[in-house]
């Protein structure tokens, strides 16, 4: 009895300490954990050439692939960007795409610090779920590990997504 209303106490400031640890979810977004650490990237519009600029993106890649961009502009020189590309160049038809390194990609590039950037390529594996899969919204899980060139390897979870496509 004792501990449970020591528990009873302590929940409170458990529950308070943790908040900032994980934002609201905003109309657009894009988290992440990456060996362990969370990273939040909101959409941030507005920079760039005339002023247009945005830190999401979900749109059409040349003639052949569509792509999934997601940076941070709290380190401009290290923004932590993501960046999943599918081997057809429209909203992806499959509510799962495995990520193979070949045909559907991801990379992440300055992590943290310059330089420390990642790429998935076989045998390394991942996927990205989505929930919602339209020009009003995509909306989705992930999930992957990428590596160095020196063999280092990154395992991204729990990560989870919601953007506005560009029309």
């Not at 900032?20 to 992440?32: K, L, T, V």
């Amino acid at each position: 009895m004792k501990h449970l209303w020591i528990c009873t106490l302590l929940l409170p400031v458990l529950l308070s300490s943790c908040k900032d640890r994980f934002p609201p979810e905003a109309e657009e977004y894009f988290s992440f954990y990456a060996d362990g650490e969370f990273f939040y990237y909101p959409q941030e519009r507005g920079l760039g050439f005339g002023g247009t600029g945005q830190t999401l993106k979900a749109k059409k890649s040349g003639t052949t692939a569509y792509r999934i961009y997601a940076y941070s502009r709290k380190d401009p020189v290290a923004t932590g960007a993501v960046s999943f590309e599918f081997s057809e160049n429209h909203i992806p038809d499959k509510d799962t795409i495995f990520l193979d390194g070949s045909s559907n990609t991801v990379s992440v590039l300055d992590l943290k610090t310059e330089g420390n950037s990642f790429v998935l390529a076989p045998p390394l594996m991942g996927k990205i779920t989505f929930y919602q899969r339209n020009m009003d919204k995509l909306t989705g899980t992930f999930e992957f590990q990428a590596s160095q060139s020196t063999g280092k390897v990154l395992t991204v979870t729990e990560g989870k997504f919601s953007i506005i496509p560009s029309k």
